[in-house]
């Protein structure tokens, strides 16, 4: 791929294939107005009249962040959940039963 700059072009359904998502998931992620708006994912680019395509290195930076995020998220989840433990003692009770 440095040979060509980051210049590889993907087609929607190289894309779908790449991603794993299908054409629609796919458009919702670049509608602002869907639930599914992604504003990190890249944008399309025309290559004609009825042609689109994406860059192939934004498509690999754009799962690289979510990676990223995705274990960012786990790693906080992870420190949450023993935090969580912290208020139950060893029977299971919540330590806040005795408050009534």
């Known amino acids: 791929m440095d040979s060509f700059n980051g210049k590889v072009i993907l087609r929607r359904?190289?894309?779908?294939?790449?991603?794993?998502?299908r054409r629609s998931q796919i458009y919702d992620m670049l509608n602002e107005k869907c639930d599914g708006y992604d504003p990190d994912f890249p944008k399309q680019i025309k290559l004609g009249r009825k042609a689109v395509g994406w860059y192939v290195h934004d498509?690999?930076?754009w799962i690289e962040?979510?990676?990223e995020q995705s274990n960012h998220d786990e790693e906080?989840?992870?420190n949450h959940d023993k935090e969580g433990k912290s208020n139950h003692d060893k029977e299971g009770k919540s330590n806040h039963d005795d408050e009534e």
């Open 65 to 67: 962040r979510r990676r």
């Open 59 to 61: 498509v690999l930076k």
């Open 13 to 21: 359904k190289e894309l779908e294939r790449f991603i794993g998502f």
């Open 76 to 78: 906080g989840k992870s």
